[in-house]
């Protein structure tokens, strides 16, 4: 499916219906048929007329909603970002950002959600039960982190076929070969990506030839990535030292390893709480205090900053470049406004367009895989909305150029910054101190580029 679809154009009224504009022209799986090139999915797949797998289909009679979920976190930035992306992308599926939420083919959105808590544990599967208690769910948008979808939410709503998009997982594991949930979908960038980019910057500077990263005991997400950017980093002659640290657990020990050690720069690719903590014992210490720190994009928060005091120097954070955003007249002149109108502030991330663009295209899917079903209702195919999702191509999004492969990884490339303390967006998007920026193709960086 390629959809022709953009938020641009929409805005300036040539396309009057979400569905229509994103469907029309484009070769779609059709919901009546319920077809797959797949030779897999064809097998999954029946007719909505019959739907002789229960799983495969849902029934819909006249005027009964459509569900869709939400397992986001309401204590990260990213997640609180996002969870507004959601909202204001069923908000304007009428075409307007009005505070009225839209319609799918007649029939009214509801939003379920339930919290990411982000803990690295099998919460993200117990969230993702709480959700599948509604049996009529189509898709869900989450999670945040990706320790939740990797500790079973993702198999969870793949096994009852429903549909996964993450606005903001980035752990590679989720899409590798032979380990990807068949319903789950990335919207944010590959975390090879990231590990490309913070290895060029720290390679680049002069005389950082050692290099601690600390991951989190049992988090998927921080192991994954240092482990990625310590081979990497090895490959460019840096020297690299893996420690491990526990989620909210005493960063004193840590300090003392690091103060031994005494590399030339620290990447922290955890999130907070136990980012922060560690962050602030490092810069208290006097024998770490100038030590240069690269923290990840989930600890790019306000409480950071508070623990550290002044010593800002040499900290910085990973995180989108902001700037590609700044450009989008779309997103200036109609989405951000309504973020702000919405929420009293501006958004501070960039996953906030992630999640308009995921949330969209969820619909999209949805709307290409509705069929006539008896006496006037509606069937939702759920293996056509998932194929319909494999073949977006080359779809202008918010958050840029969208083409999901067969790994279910949907954004080909993206543009990773560097922020300087205490100028981060997440502070103040306004003073942002972006000090590298760097575009990087996941086909490069899985190509070994």
């Not at 930035?77 to 992308?89: C, H, N, T």
């Not at 993200?124 to 999670?143: D, P, W």
């Not at 429903?162 to 590798?176: C, D, H, I, K």
């Not at 240069?292 to 954070?317: H, R």
Request: hydrophobic content about 40%; aromatic content about 6%.
């Amino acid at each position: 499916m390629s959809l022709r679809w953009s938020p641009q154009r929409h805005a300036h009224g040539k396309s009057r219906l979400l569905g229509a504009a994103m469907l029309t022209a484009v070769s779609i799986v059709s919901a009546a048929a319920c077809s797959s090139s797949s030779p897999k999915a064809a097998e999954e797949t029946s007719s909505n007329a019959s739907c002789k797998k229960k799983a495969d289909c849902v029934s819909l009679g006249i005027g009964e909603p459509i569900f869709i979920g939400i397992q986001l976190s309401e204590d990260l930035a990213i997640g609180k970002d996002s969870l507004v992306g959601v909202e204001l992308a069923i908000d304007y599926l009428d075409g307007h950002f009005d505070g009225e939420p839209g319609t799918i083919d007649g029939h009214k959105v509801i939003l379920l959600s339930t919290p990411d808590t982000c803990s690295g544990s099998t919460d993200g599967a117990n969230a993702a039960r709480r959700l599948l208690a509604e049996k009529r769910i189509i898709g869900v948008i989450g999670t945040t982190c990706s320790g939740s979808a990797l500790h079973g939410a993702a198999h969870k709503y793949s096994d009852s076929h429903v549909l996964l998009l993450s606005p903001s997982n980035t752990a590679p594991a989720l899409t590798g070969e032979g380990t990807r949930p068949p319903y789950y979908f990335r919207f944010a960038n590959n975390d090879l990506i990231s590990r490309a980019v913070t290895a060029s910057f720290i390679s680049d500077r002069t005389g950082w030839r050692s290099v601690a990263t600390i991951a989190d005991v049992g988090d998927p997400y921080s192991n994954e990535l240092a482990d990625s950017l310590g081979n990497q980093l090895r490959v460019n002659g840096v020297v690299t030292t893996k420690l491990a640290s526990t989620s909210g657990g005493d960063a004193a020990e840590l300090v003392e390893q690091l103060a031994l050690l005494a590399p030339k720069a620290i990447f922290i690719p955890t999130i907070n709480p136990g980012c922060a903590n560690i962050t602030a014992a490092l810069r208290n210490d006097a024998r770490t205090r100038t030590i240069p720190i690269i923290v990840g994009d989930g600890c790019q928060e306000e409480s950071t900053l508070i623990g550290i005091g002044a010593n800002t120097n040499d900290l910085f954070a990973t995180g989108l470049d902001l700037s590609v955003l700044a450009a989008n007249d779309f997103y200036r002149t109609y989405f951000q406004p309504a973020f702000v109108r919405k929420t009293g502030v501006a958004p501070t991330t960039g996953y906030e367009a992630n999640a308009f663009d995921a949330a969209n295209l969820l619909v999209a899917s949805i709307s290409s895989a509705i069929g006539a079903g008896e006496r006037g209702s509606s069937v939702i195919n759920r293996v056509a909305a998932r194929d319909a999702l494999l073949k977006v191509t080359n779809y202008s999004g918010l958050s840029g150029k969208i083409t999901c492969i067969p790994s279910g990884d949907c954004i080909p490339s993206a543009r990773i910054g560097m922020y300087q303390a205490p100028f981060w967006p997440a502070i103040n998007p306004t003073t942002a101190q972006l000090v590298y920026s760097k575009e990087v193709t996941l086909l490069s960086v899985r190509a070994g580029g």
